[in-house]
Structure formats: structure tokens, C-alpha cells
């Protein structure tokens, strides 16, 4: 950590800097409504800005977003008030398919627009300071007196928020790197033209080959389509997969998808993106120490499974903002004082994400279970209980 040269001026304070107004960031700032302290939300983009994801927002994200005010629900699902996902199917490496019925309805949209409309609630509904096109170049100070310079100018805190996604600036400032991160790689493309898909229908397929991971088709509207393919990055580096090219042959060629692609038209190029995957066993990492915290992707807690991190990035952020209202009002940033952040984030997200690791590990090395699965769930009665397993 550096000694930053103060300005001229006395800076700009705040009770705490959120970087990163992605799900995390936003539902951090608008948890923190009402709250009285000064909140800055920072991201090093301007809004509307592109996020490579599959564009799949999990109904769990809404619902914690619900909980803190109806309207933000309401407000994000005219995003796409016609199509609700309320069907998945899931295409096993034997071609059989399982079909899934969700009570919790979720949505496809992409992110360009989600994120906007999220970055619109905390603008319309907070006094939130926004600063886009504030990347942090140094941090200085302390905790509980943090100095933190920007491309904007600098800004000084009680309390930093890390939640800046998989490559966070903030996490490599604050902690050690991981011994051996646990991590995901996917890219995706955008199409329309894509024959035989529904609206409300998610779609995955699985290779025998790649268990690891699964080729997505979702509908975002307008009669696009988000088309990607995911997998473990332990398992792209040891058979040196291309995942771009991979996925342009599940396009072309893959017996059910090539012949439904055929009118297709891909817009605008293939994108990729690292995914820190949460649920490892073994001492779980610290995700708080002095003066900060650490949410969504900054703190690695993507579900390793199915490979959803807007609903862990939500409600990280959310439950970061009750600590920090404690932290505030105690006036204590020391590690200790923020710990609790930590335990409530296992209790709360680490079970699901636990049990997804230990899914894939099953999984992701026996194409015959997941045929079994798929074969079983067609049995009376056995489709809820293959259901709640993967959901
Ligand atoms: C290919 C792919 C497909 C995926 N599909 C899905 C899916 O369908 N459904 C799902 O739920 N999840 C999916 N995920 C995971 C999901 O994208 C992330 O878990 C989610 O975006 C995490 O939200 P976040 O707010 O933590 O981070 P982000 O959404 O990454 O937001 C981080 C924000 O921080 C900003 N930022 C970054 N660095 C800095 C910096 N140095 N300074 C200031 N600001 C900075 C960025 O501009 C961004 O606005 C997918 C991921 C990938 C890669």
C-alpha cells in the first residue's frame, strides 16, 4: 500500500466506497438506502456497458432484490414483461432429453440492458454518488481512513466494497493471491434465426467428452439469441481446447444444434471471460479484512455447477450492506468487526455452492450418470426429485 500525496483540496469522503457497479456493486448501493451514510459507487466503465455472461438472470437474484423493494422487481422484469423462463431442457450426452418446470420464474436479458436498468434503480432511488469511468489507480490510508486515487480524482472512505468482478483490482490489493484458484471459462456469442426454440425455455446440452461444463442456448428477446459454452479452466488447459472454435463446431455441427443453426446469424463476435467458481472444499478464503469487503465475483462465488453468479453477486452485495450499517455504526473497520460478513456469506451461500461442487466432481467425470439422471427423472414421480438435486 502507498502513501498517496494529498491534493490541493481535501478530497471527497464518504462512509464507503463501492467499486464495481455490476449486480454486486448496485445491490449493495441499494441496500444501503435509507441508511444515512455516504455511499460512492465507482465503476471503471460508463453505463450501458457490455458484461460477457450467458444473460440468464437466476429468479433468486430477484427475489432478494424484491425483498429489499418490490418496485426494483417490477422495475427489471419490464425488461421482458412477455417471457419469463419458466421451462428448462437439459439435453444429455445420450440426446434424451429432461424437461424442468421452475416455480420461481427467472428472465433472459442481456446485460448491456440488465445492469443499466439495476445502475438505474440505485440512481433513482438512492443518494448514491455515482462515479463511471473511475478506474482506481492507488490505494492508500488505512482502514477506516482509506484514500483511494481514481481516473476520476481522488475520494477518501471509512469503508471499501470490493465488487469488480473476476479480475478485481480490489481483491489483488487487500489479499494474497489464491494458492490455486478454483476457476470456470466460457465464451458466448449472440444470434438470431435460430430455429426451434421458445421464448420461455432455457436450453443446456452436455457432451460426453466435456461434463465438465455445457452448451447453453437462451433466448434474450427480440429474437436473439445468447449461445455460449462453458467449462472447468483445469479441463480447457489440459486438452488445450479452443473454446471459441468448439463452440463454433457445436453450431455447425453437433447433430441437434448444427441442423437448427443452419439460417442462423451470428451478431457481432465470440466473447470470453473467466468465471471464479465458489464451493471448494477444504478452509473456506477470507472475503473481509480491515476496512473492506469483498462481493460477487471479486469473491468467488459463482456456482461451480450451473455456473449463476448475478444472484450470489446480489445478495453478497446485499448482505455486505448490512455489515457495513453495523460497522458504521459502531465505528469499527478493524478484521474482527467485519468477519461477520464472512460467516453470514457461508451460511447463506455456501451450502448450495458446496453441494454444486460436489455435483460436478460426480458428474463431470461419468456421462453414464448424467444419461442415468436424465433416463430416471422419465420415470413417475422422479422428475422433482432430479429437479431439486440440479436446481
Ligand atoms: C460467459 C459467462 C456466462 C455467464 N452466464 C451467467 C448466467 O447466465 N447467469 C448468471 O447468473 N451468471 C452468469 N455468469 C456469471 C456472472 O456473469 C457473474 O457472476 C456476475 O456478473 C457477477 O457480478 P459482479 O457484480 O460480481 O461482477 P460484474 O458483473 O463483473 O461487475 C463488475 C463491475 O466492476 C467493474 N470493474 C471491473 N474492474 C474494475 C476496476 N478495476 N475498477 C472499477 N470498476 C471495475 C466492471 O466494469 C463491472 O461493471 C456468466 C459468466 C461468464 C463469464
Known sequence: MTILPLPAAAPPAFDVAIVGAGPAGAACALALRGSGLRVALLDKARFPRDKVCGDAVPGAALTALARLDPAYRAALGALRPQSPARHSRLVAPSGRSLWLHWKNPSFSSPRLAFDNALLALVRQHTDTEIWEEAAPQALGGQPGAWQLATTLGPLRARLLVGCDGAQSWMRRQLLPAPARPHAGVAVRAYFE????????????????????????????????????????????????????????????????????????????????????????????????????????????????????????????????????????????????????????????????????????????????????????????GMRGLVQRLVG
Open 193 to 380: 434465426h435460430v430455429a426451434g426454440c421458445q421464448e420461455d425455455t432455457t436450453e443446456f446440452f452436455f457432451s460426453r467428452d466435456y461434463l465438465a461444463g455445457y452448451f447453453w442456448l437462451f433466448p434474450v428477446g427480440a429474437g436473439r439469441y445468447n449461445v455460449g459454452l462453458g467449462m472447468l479452466s483445469e479441463l480447457v488447459s489440459r486438452h488445450h481446447l479452443d473454446l471459441k472454435k468448439l463452440l463454433h463446431e457445436w453450431v455447425t455441427a453437433h447433430p441437434t444444434l448444427g441442423p437448427r443453426f443452419a439460417q442462423a446469424r451470428q451478431l457481432g463476435p465470440t466473447r470470453g471471460f473467466g468465471l471464479p467458481l465458489g464451493g471448494a472444499p477444504g478452509p473456506a478464503a477470507p472475503i473481509s479484512g480491515a476496512g473492506f469487503l469483498l462481493c460477487g465475483d471479486a469473491a468467488a462465488l459463482i456456482d461451480p455447477l450451473q455456473g449463476h453468479g448475478i444472484d450470489t453477486a446480489v445478495r453478497s452485495g446485499i448482505l455486505a450492506a448490512q455489515q457495513v450499517r453495523q460497522a458504521c455504526a459502531m465505528g469499527e473497520f478493524g478484521a474482527a468487526a467485519l468477519a461477520g460478513y464472512d460467516r453470514a456469506v457461508r451460511q447463506q451461500l455456501g451450502p448450495q455452492l458446496a453441494h454444486s461442487h460436489r455435483l460436478l466432481r460426480l458428474l463431470g467425470t461419468r456421462p453414464w450418470l448424467v444419461n442415468a439422471g436424465v433416463r430416471l427423472a422419465q420415470l413417475p
